[in-house]
């Protein structure tokens, strides 16, 4: 509880300030309960920055990269755990080393490679790596499907099922925790990017939140309004895993059920 609280009270800041006047904003003692309660911080950000339109690009580039990314990886663990072929586990331990390799050090070659083919400037390069695995992802959903009795698919083998069919029939309908787990990460992830927009993207009305609020800070803005703007942006993952965050712990706990 006490480290909840802890984690909390920046959250609570940000709330108290996007409600305060711009006079009590840099007082010296800190006030908590706004007084006045200036609602107007909200509309007035929303009429002073394109929030709308930020949130747009944002959601353009989120939903393809949860698909892409849960889809792409439980496909590729599949192969990595309930498939006995030559080399798996030497190819596993290979996809694992990548979780140690820097963004950095891809960077430039990546942005080399899709500026070749005509991508800069446009949301393909921040979208379309998603659908080729994910290695963290793999490892959880590698983990999960361990934990499946192999029973079920020795049983669907027996009557005929092909290994696609015993993946989408069988495995998938047993795998809403992992992958649930794996959107809400795979969402955050794209939701709060910020290296990969400011690379690729050029055109302001194709900024995404990040870079938008990046753009604002530069401006002078007012801040009250900046932490309205906060709020708002936090808010769809709050939302998000308030509906989803039982599914979200037995993913977790689940995934670490065989090594």
């Known amino acids: 509880m006490l480290v909840a609280l802890i984690f909390l009270v920046p959250f609570a800041y940000l709330i108290s300030t996007s409600l305060k006047p711009e006079t009590q904003l840099f007082s010296r003692t800190i006030d908590w309960i706004p007084h006045p309660f200036k609602w107007a911080n909200y509309s007035a950000a929303l009429n002073e920055f394109p929030f709308m339109r930020y949130f747009a690009n944002t959601m353009i580039i989120c939903i393809p990269v949860v698909i892409g990314a ?148 530069g401006m002078e803005p007012h801040w009250t309004q900046l932490m309205a703007i906060g709020v708002m942006m936090t808010m769809p993952i709050l939302i998000l895993f308030f509906f989803v965050q039982r599914t979200f712990i037995q993913g977790i706990s689940f995934s670490g059920i065989k090594g």
């Open 70 to 217: 849960t889809a792409s990886s439980s496909f590729v663990a599949y192969g990595f755990s309930r498939i006995i072929w030559p080399g798996r586990e030497a190819l596993f331990i290979v996809v694992l080393g990548t979780l140690i390799l820097p963004y950095q050090v891809t960077m430039i070659p990546l942005f080399l490679l899709f500026r070749h083919i005509g991508w800069v400037n446009t949301f393909f390069p921040l979208i379309v790596p998603s659908f080729f695995g994910n290695a963290f992802f793999i490892f959880l959903f590698r983990q999960f499907y361990l934990g499946l009795p192999s029973e079920l698919s020795d049983a669907a083998r027996i009557d005929g099922c092909s290994e696609l069919g015993i993946y989408t029939r069988i495995i998938l309908p047993l795998s809403k925790p992992v992958l649930a787990t794996a959107a809400i990460f795979a969402f955050i992830g794209a939701w709060s990017d910020f290296l990969g927009p400011l690379i690729y993207l050029n055109d302001a009305s194709k900024y995404t939140l990040s870079i938008g609020v990046q753009q604002v800070i």
